[in-house]
């Protein structure tokens, strides 16, 4: 049985579609990632399957119960970091593990999950005190007390400097390690890159492309390009000469490579050309490359910093 | 529920804020308008003093005690200062009718029996407790002695007999700490719900505690337990300071104990509610002043509702405040219960439904 099912989940709120028959599952130990710029409907879709939203049409399934109807229950099981994650200003981490621990009626030990977020540095600061990155950890730690079989995290790294995020992305390696299932939504191509067993890129409320990276790639993208500075005389020999795709952008000629027999084709032709020509490289769509595609470079979507 | 209450004191005290409105605040409230109202002519002591003989030996005491009330002049701050009582009132009820303990009264057979050697009482009321009333039958007691030494048969035929006046004197500060108590259990509470009713909103709290077992129940009571609290800490304070620093008149009963429990129980539903139908911090502290200024003035807790206009009294008598300040008036000072008990029924009644209303409206989560 999936960890998580979602068919034809559907959420409006006004006159907005923010969520538009979306369906997908995700499998027990893996990570799972929400891929889209801001307003693709990531965080309603993650809110609803928390049990802390209820949705218009459709079915939800999260360890085998409806998340709306059985939120009490199913909240004993998961684990959340809400996006943007606040909490009160003035316990310490240790304090606010010991805290969430006893309103799931657990007895944590809250150095061991400090450890395990990697954030027994700063126990004893208080929460307003906190670095961003440290209060993110804080969040992961309070996720984690009730020992959950799935975790939702919602954007945990978005406004973390560089080092910060890799911390998170550490924590998340972890927990992939324990056997939980996580799913997470992130507008960080590279986040999901590094992190997620499988990606759904979404758009508009709707899911636009979903799998693995290479998946993605090898479907949306265009493949391997050969990529060679020259001018017209170089595109127009290749054209005549030979049976490749070719395209100009200004003095830019690409060679469209579907098999190891164009590369070879391609350069013996350029050197019998004996036209002008510099700056050859070999380049391939990469996750962002199909993103943008996708998404348009209208999004507000872009790789890390 | 314990472990939220513990959390969320500690961070109530780490708060400075939250310390400061919670604890400090109502006592410098009380130095401050103890420190007004109880100095000027309040100092002044005035002495009843009701002459029921009509012989002449009644009024050369009268004239003998006011002998020593030389400083009675209008610019003076202390001291003593007589005040006939007509012979037809009745003593007692002239005294509380005039919030005054000290008093003075000569019987009507004083010249007689004084002439015969017979012996005969003054009697002094006065407030065992008050520092003003020890001067007062001191005065007497020389002026009597001077009267035995004077006295024909030089027999100690003149005495004293001491009774406590059937009201104590009220004075501002009386009425002042109740009212201060009431305002305690006002601002803090509802200052604070309001607050975090929205700000743990905005701040996705609330979405973080939705995902544990705690319930919304259990949430705010463990908000009101603290409340109740720190209203017991501050009452003490105040009484302390009232009775110390400005020698209030407070008698500590069980049924103090029940506007303690209750207050906060109103204020801080009031403020969950308030906060609650607010949509954002800035609407909820708006709306929060206007249920909590008014009802700050106008429940007696400055200014006695007594002394309001007429239209105003009818305006505070739907204030729940004015039910909490006029039952701790009733039982720290006139411990008058039968009314309280009423007082305390009613804010429970109003308390217990608006706590059910918070905790209707108020949502962990959004639909």
Not at chain 1, 148 to 165: H, K, M, N, S, Y
Not at chain 2, 34 to 52: D, E, H, M, P, R
Request: charged residues 20%; negative net charge.
């Amino acid at each position: 049985m999936p960890a998580i099912e979602v068919d034809g989940l559907k959420k409006k709120y006004g006159e907005l579609q923010a969520v538009d028959g979306i369906s997908f599952s995700v499998g027990e130990g893996e990570v799972f990632s929400l891929l889209g710029p801001n307003g693709a409907g990531k965080t309603t879709t993650i809110e609803i399957l928390e049990g802390l939203r209820d949705r218009d049409e459709g079915t939800t399934q999260v360890l085998g119960m409806d998340p709306w109807k059985s939120g009490y229950e199913l909240h004993k099981k998961i684990g959340v970091i809400p996006q943007g994650f606040k909490f009160l200003d003035y316990p310490t981490p240790r304090e606010a593990i010991v805290y969430y621990g006893a309103l799931f009626g657990r007895k944590v030990d809250p150095d061991e999950l400090l450890r395990r977020v990697i954030l027994d540095d700063a126990e004893n600061i208080w929460f307003q005190n906190l670095s961003g990155g440290q209060k993110q950890k804080l969040g992961m730690a309070l996720s984690l007390v009730n020992d959950p079989e799935v975790v939702f995290l919602d954007e945990p790294t978005t406004g973390l400097d560089p080092q910060a995020r890799r911390a998170v992305w550490e924590v998340v390696r972890r927990l992939k390690g324990e056997g939980r299932t996580v799913m997470l939504t992130t507008h960080y191509l590279e986040e999901a890159e590094e992190l997620a067993d499988r990606v759904a890129i979404m758009n508009h409320g709707r899911i636009v492309a979903i799998g693995t990276t290479a998946e993605i790639e090898s479907k949306f993208g265009t493949g391997q390009r050969m990529v060679v500075k020259g001018g017209q005389g170089l595109f127009a020999y290749l054209q005549e000469n030979t049976k490749l795709d070719v395209r100009r952008d200004g003095e830019t000629v690409t060679i469209v490579l579907r098999d190891k027999e164009d590369a070879l084709v391609a350069l013996g032709s350029i050197e019998e050309s004996g036209a002008e020509w510099g700056d050859l490289t070999v380049k391939r769509d990469s996750l962002e490359d199909v993103f943008l595609k996708l998404v348009g470079e209208g999004g507000t979507a872009k790789g890390g910093e | 529920m314990t472990a939220d209450l513990k959390v969320y004191g500690r961070s109530n005290l780490r708060s400075k804020e939250g310390f400061f409105f919670t604890l400090v605040f109502p006592i410098i409230l009380i130095l401050l308008f103890g420190a007004i109202f109880s100095s000027g002519g309040i100092s002044q002591t005035k002495v009843y003093v009701q002459n029921l003989d009509v012989g002449p030996i009644g009024s050369s005491f009268v004239s003998a005690l006011n002998s020593t009330s030389n400083y009675c002049s209008s610019n003076s701050t202390s001291g003593l200062c007589l005040r006939p009582v007509p012979s037809d009132q009745n003593f007692t009820q002239f005294l509380t009718s005039n919030s005054a303990s000290d008093g003075v009264v000569i019987p009507a057979n004083f010249s007689a029996a004084y002439q015969a050697g017979d012996k005969v009482n003054v009697t002094v009321y006065g407030n065992p407790t008050s520092t003003t009333s020890a001067v007062v039958s001191g005065i007497v007691a020389v002026i009597v002695n001077g009267f035995n030494v004077h006295g024909a048969t030089g027999v100690h035929s003149v005495g004293i007999t001491s009774k406590t006046a059937v009201s104590s004197s009220y004075k501002y500060i009386d009425f002042l700490v109740p009212g201060l108590i009431g305002f305690a259990a006002l601002t803090s509470p509802m200052f604070a719900l309001v607050n975090i009713s929205s700000t743990y909103r905005r701040d996705k709290v609330f979405k973080l505690l939705s995902l544990t077992p705690l319930t919304k129940t259990e949430w705010l009571l463990a908000k009101i337990i603290w409340y109740i609290g720190t209203t017991v800490v501050s009452f003490f304070l105040m009484t302390l300071v009232g009775v110390y620093a400005f020698g209030a008149h407070i008698t500590l009963n069980w049924g103090i104990g029940m506007f303690l429990v209750l207050g906060p129980f109103f204020f801080v539903s009031l403020g969950m509610l308030v906060g609650t139908v607010s949509n954002s911090p800035e609407a909820a502290s708006v709306v929060g002043n206007l249920v909590t200024f008014p009802m700050m003035f106008l429940s007696g807790t400055f200014f006695p509702v007594a002394s309001m206009p007429k239209y105003l009294q009818t305006v505070a008598h739907v204030l729940p405040l004015y039910y909490m300040i006029e039952g701790l008036n009733d039982v720290m000072i006139y411990k008058n219960f039968g009314p309280a008990y009423f007082d305390a029924g009613l804010l429970l009644i109003i308390s217990a439904v608006v706590f059910a209303l918070a905790v209707k409206f108020f949502r962990w989560r959004e639909d």
